[in-house]
């Protein structure tokens, strides 16, 4: 399949998402697949409409793409942010680096400043755009193109699915996109400053994510992985949401003790 034919099919499939999903929102990370999105969807799809989730650990040189994206194609991206009530929580008793201390609070982390705010993002949209490729990762292996998003209560979209890293670039050289000055620094996949590293030539591409972490596991929460569904759906249903938690916490300001946050 050459690129050409693989755009075609992109754009078949944002046609009938934009004819039959809206409304339909692109959940933009910024990342190299993103920015591919970003370019096709600010330029042919005005009926979809995009967003970010800023988790308040970003890297600069996402803040400085952002700003780059908005002058370039003249638009502007809402952004989410965490309930700040949860993140305070989280901080207080975790400290603010809590995250390598434990694959759960990682998770937490994760759920609090990223997966929450999505849910609000996605909330009364009946279908949402990702980047995700098959190519990124074990858990990604089993997605699909179109497929029903039973967590969120919507269709989810990953019109990238079949590309190749080789295909995102061709696409940024060949359409002069912008893109994050830290993939030219050896960054392959791009999230929060503190879980990011830059890989070594052989290592897979989302290796610098959660270095730390098995990568058959890894995974912040905004795709679960579909093979540990079952698991993860128990331990998140034996947790307490975070927006009750964060409720709670609003009661319980003016030095009460904060809430523990924990996802199993
Ligand atoms: Fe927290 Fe790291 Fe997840 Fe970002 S990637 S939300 S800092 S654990």
């Known amino acids: 399949m050459n690129l050409d034919y693989k755009i075609a099919k992109v754009r078949t499939l ?7 999903y809206v409304p339909a929102v692109f959940a933009n990370s910024f990342g190299a ?11 042919y799809y005005p009926g979809i409409e995009m967003f970010t989730l800023d988790t308040g650990r970003l890297p600069e040189e996402t803040y400085n793409l952002m700003r780059e994206v908005a002058e370039r194609y003249g638009i502007y991206i809402p952004v ?13 008793q975790y400290g603010p680096n809590g995250f390598y201390d434990s694959v759960d609070l990682r998770k937490t982390c994760c759920h609090i400043r990223k997966v929450e705010p999505l849910k609000r993002a996605l909330r009364g949209k009946r279908a949402w755009i990702t980047g995700l490729r098959r190519g990124q990762a074990p858990t990604r292996k089993d997605l699909s193109e179109s497929e029903f998003d039973a967590g969120n209560g919507l ?3 990953s019109p990238l699915l079949d590309w190749s890293l080789p295909d995102v670039w061709a696409y940024l050289k060949q359409f002069d ?13 791009i999230g929060c400053a503190p879980c990011t590293r830059a890989i070594t030539p ?3 591409v989302r290796a610098g994510r959660w270095w730390w972490e098995n990568p058959e596991i890894k995974e912040c929460g905004l ?3 579909k093979r540990h569904k079952t698991a993860v759906a128990s331990r998140l249903a034996a947790a307490p949401a ?17 809430i523990k946050y924990r996802v199993s």
């Open 177 to 189: 996109v912008p893109y994050s000055a830290l993939h030219d620094k050896g960054y392959t996949s």
């Open 14 to 20: 944002l046609d009938r998402v934009q004819s039959d």
């Open 80 to 92: 989410y942010f965490p309930e700040s009530a949860a993140v305070e929580a989280y901080v207080a």
């Open 202 to 204: 052989g290592e897979d």
């Open 33 to 43: 697949e993103d920015m591919v999105l970003t370019d096709i969807i600010a330029r």
């Open 155 to 157: 269709q989810k979209i």
């Open 242 to 258: 975070v927006s009750d938690q964060t409720q709670g916490v609003e009661k319980k300001e003016h030095g009460q003790a904060p």
């Open 223 to 225: 795709h679960p992985d």
